[in-house]
C-alpha cells in the first residue's frame, strides 16, 4: 500500500509540473510606453519568449528574452502576439499567447475665444489685443493634464485646459490624457502682440526682437504716442530676481544682441509729471542651431576610401553633397 501511495505521489507531481506555462502580463500601452509579460504558475528548467508580428503566420524566438518576465514596447510590439516556451525536464511547453496593443490619441490642439478688445489677424496669424481684451485658449479632450507655458516658461498653477492670455507673449501648453499621464504632447504657439491702435494712455506699452538670430541685433520700442520725460531701460538676468538699469539705455528706443541678451527680459522705467511708470517686460530669446553638417550619395564607379578618408571615383561617377537641414 506505501509503495503504491508513493508512486501515486510521484505521478501527480510529474503532472503537475508538466503543465503548460501561464502568463500575464500588459496588453494596452500608451504610446513610447512599455509593458511586462510574466510567468505565473509554474518554474520551469529554461525560458524562451517568442512573438508573431502582425501579418506573420509563425512565431519566431526572441533574441535574449530567456528569463521568467518579458518587457516590450509599444513601439515594437503594438499589434503582436507574445508567448512564451519553456523546458521541463524532457518536456518542451508553449504558453497561451497575449495580444499587445496601443492607445492611440489624436493630435493635441486647443481653441481660442476672444473677449474685449482683442482679435486675430490673418496676415501675421498673430493675436493682437489691447489693454483689457483677453483671449482664452482650451486644450481640448482627451488632453487632461495641463501645463501653460509663456515665453518659454512655465506659469505658476496655470494647469487646467482653459488658459486666459491678457498681455503680449509666446504661449504654449504640454498635455497629457489621464489614462497615459507620460505621453505629452505640446500644441501649436499662440503669438500675442499689443494692437499699435490701442489707446494705451500713460502706461508705457513696449514690443519689439523676441527671438533673435544668432551673432544679431534686436530693437524694442514704445507703442503709446507718448513723449516723457526720461527714459531708463533694465534687464532681469535669467535667474535673477530683480531689474537692473542699463547704463547708456535712455532714448524711446532700446537695440540688444544676442550675445548679451539672450534669454534675458528687458523693460523700460519712464518718468512723467513726476510719476514712475514701468512698462510691460520682453523676454529675449536666441535662437541655436545645429553645426552645418551634409550627405554624401555615391552614383556608378564611385567609393569612399576609408584608409585616405578621401572618395575616389572614375569617369562617369558622381558623388552628391547635400547640406543638412535647417
Avoid at 497575449?98 to 486675430?120: H, K, R
Avoid at 523676454?283 to 569612399?304: H, K, N, Q, R, Y
Avoid at 571615383?313 to 547640406?323: A, I, K, L, R
Amino acid at each position: 500500500m506505501k509503495k503504491l501511495l508513493l508512486i501515486a505521489i510521484c505521478f501527480i507531481t510529474a503532472v503537475t509540473f508538466a503543465q503548460a506555462p501561464v502568463i500575464e502580463g500588459d496588453t494596452m500601452l500608451c504610446p513610447m510606453g512599455y509593458g511586462t509579460a510574466t510567468v505565473t504558475n509554474n518554474a520551469y528548467d529554461t525560458y524562451q519568449w517568442q512573438v508573431k508580428f502582425y501579418g506573420e503566420t509563425e512565431f519566431a524566438d526572441v533574441e535574449g528574452e530567456t528569463g521568467i518576465e518579458f518587457t516590450y514596447d509599444a513601439y515594437n510590439y503594438s499589434l503582436a502576439e507574445v508567448r512564451v516556451k519553456v523546458t521541463f525536464g524532457s518536456d518542451t511547453l508553449l504558453s497561451d499567447a497575449i495580444t499587445i496593443d496601443s492607445m492611440v490619441f489624436l493630435p493635441i490642439v486647443f481653441s481660442t475665444i476672444l473677449d474685449g478688445d482683442a482679435e486675430f489677424d490673418p496676415t501675421s496669424e498673430n493675436y493682437l489685443i489691447c489693454p483689457g481684451g483677453t483671449i482664452t485658449a482650451k486644450v481640448e479632450l482627451p488632453y487632461t493634464i495641463v501645463q501653460w507655458y509663456r515665453d518659454g516658461q512655465p506659469v505658476g498653477t496655470a494647469n487646467d485646459a482653459s488658459y486666459t492670455i491678457s498681455g503680449p507673449g509666446m504661449y504654449y501648453a504640454t498635455a497629457a490624457p489621464d489614462d497615459c499621464p507620460d505621453s505629452y504632447q505640446t500644441t501649436l504657439p499662440i503669438y500675442v502682440e499689443y494692437n499699435t491702435d490701442c489707446d494705451f494712455g500713460v502706461q508705457p506699452i513696449i514690443a519689439g526682437d523676441v527671438m533673435l538670430c544668432p551673432n544679431s541685433n534686436g530693437t524694442a520700442g514704445l507703442l503709446n504716442n507718448v513723449t516723457y520725460e526720461s527714459y531708463q531701460w533694465q534687464v532681469r538676468i535669467y535667474g535673477e530676481e530683480e531689474f537692473t538699469d542699463i547704463g547708456g539705455a535712455t532714448s524711446a528706443s532700446f537695440t540688444y544682441d544676442t550675445y548679451n541678451y539672450s534669454v534675458t527680459e528687458i523693460r523700460v522705467k519712464v518718468t512723467m509729471d513726476g510719476q514712475t511708470y514701468y512698462s510691460n517686460a520682453l523676454s529675449i530669446d536666441g535662437m541655436v542651431f545645429l553645426p552645418v553638417f551634409f550627405f554624401t550619395e555615391t552614383d556608378g564607379d564611385a567609393e569612399f576610401d576609408p584608409n585616405t578618408q578621401n572618395y575616389v571615383m572614375c569617369e562617369g561617377g558622381t558623388v552628391t553633397n547635400t547640406v543638412g537641414m535647417p
